[in-house]
Every structure is written in structure tokens, then in C-alpha cells.
């Protein structure tokens, strides 16, 4: 499971900061996928990319950016944050096919003050 | 547009006793479906999938098409059930991405 990782783990920041996580996974896996989990929502995809240069929205894109330059990183950007961004944030990732199983990393701890 | 609904969420039993979490979806084409769990401290992964029609840790799921279902049972609950428990659906397409419930939370008591 050390194969896909997330960073930083936990972090603390101000509405209307910018703030990045990172996601790196070692499987070369061409899907890549971000989640925030929320109590009474569960799961919800923000974003997710079939390959490099290749992003798409999910159901909640909403103030969040993504690039995708390199297959193993898919960094998550929120541009100015908000109160309501603070979540735990999940990354994973699945080979194509149409097998879906995710590998999801530790996840992120966001609050934003 | 697809959905995933798990009406509860908290579920609490005693060690020894049977275990039934709930799934219903909402879906137009062919549906995939997984549970997913996530133990305290562990990241989330994948428990089962109906396509396999396995038994994992002594759960099992079977698709009910004509009640769109995909409950996940255990005979008989374990203290180390106690877990997140998540129903997702796969939409398809090569980009298929998963459709997760809210989650339930299954705590088996000593």
C-alpha cells in the first residue's frame, strides 16, 4: 500500500490561502482520483484524470484545481480556501480496464480556520 | 444519474451476531458494485465486488437486480468488523469512476 502516497498529511490554513496536496502513486496506474470525505456525504469524487495532460470534473469540482503533467502526480490545488473545504481528502488510483478497484492513499486532514 | 443510498448510519451488534448492511443503487445501464471498508487508522480498500461473487472475511453481497440491492452480510460478527463500510457503484466506459454511499459504521461489541 506504500505505493501511493499523500502529503502533507494534516494541514492548518486560513480562508482565501492557497493550498496544495500532493499524491504520488509507484504503480504507473493511468487513473488517478480525488475524493473528499465528509460526515453525512461519504465519498464524493472532485476530480479525476485518465492519464497525464487528462483531467475531468467529478460531482464536486467546485473551487479545486488539478494538473496532471506526470502519470505518477496529481496534485489538488484549492485556489482560495474555504471554510467549507475543510475535509479529509483522499487520493487514489486504478489501472485501466474495467475492473475498478481504487488503491486509495492515507488521505489528508484539511482545515481551514 | 446513478446514486447509491445506505439508509443507515450506525450499525451496532454483539459479537456473534448477524450482520446485514444495507445498499440500494440507482442505475440505467448494467451496474458494478463494490463494498469498500476502512478500519480506524487504515486507509480505505476494497472488501468485494458482485462480479467476483466471492467471500471476504466471511462477508458476502448478492446483486438483486429486481430490488436494485447489494447487501453486504456476515453470518456472525467479529470484534475486528468494526469498520466504515462503504457501497459504491461503477458506472461504465473505459472512464468508469465509483458512485460511493454514505457509509455505515458497523461496531461489534464483546
Known amino acids: 500500500d506504500a505505493g501511493i502516497t499523500q502529503s502533507p498529511r494534516y494541514k492548518i490554513t486560513e480562508t482565501g490561502r492557497q493550498v496544495t496536496l500532493m499524491c504520488h502513486q509507484t504503480w504507473s496506474h493511468s487513473y488517478m482520483f480525488w475524493y473528499r470525505q465528509d460526515l453525512g456525504h461519504g465519498l464524493r469524487l472532485i476530480y479525476y484524470?485518465?492519464?497525464?495532460?487528462?483531467?475531468d470534473k467529478g460531482e464536486v469540482p467546485d473551487g479545486y484545481v488539478v494538473s496532471r503533467s506526470k502519470t505518477e502526480n496529481f496534485p489538488l490545488t484549492l485556489e482560495s480556501a474555504t471554510r467549507s473545504q475543510t475535509s479529509v481528502y483522499f487520493c487514489a488510483s486504478r489501472l485501466a480496464g474495467s475492473y475498478n478497484e481504487q488503491f486509495f492513499g492515507p488521505g489528508t486532514r484539511l482545515t481551514v480556520l | 444519474a446513478q446514486r447509491v443510498t445506505q439508509p443507515e448510519k450506525l450499525l451496532s451488534v454483539f459479537k456473534g451476531a448477524p450482520v446485514e448492511l444495507k445498499c440500494n443503487y440507482s442505475y440505467s445501464g448494467s451496474p458494478e458494485l463494490f463494498w469498500y471498508v476502512q478500519y480506524s487508522r487504515q486507509r480505505l480498500q476494497l472488501l468485494l465486488r458482485?462480479?467476483s461473487r466471492e467471500s471476504i472475511k466471511g462477508f458476502t453481497a448478492d446483486l438483486n437486480k429486481g430490488e436494485t440491492s447489494f447487501h453486504l452480510k456476515k453470518p456472525f460478527a467479529q470484534e475486528e468488523d468494526s469498520a466504515m463500510y462503504y457501497c459504491a457503484l461503477s458506472d461504465t466506459g473505459a472512464n468508469s469512476k465509483l458512485t460511493f454511499g454514505k457509509g455505515i459504521t458497523l461496531s461489534v461489541r464483546p
Open positions: 484524470s485518465a492519464a497525464a495532460d487528462i483531467t
Open positions: 458482485h462480479i
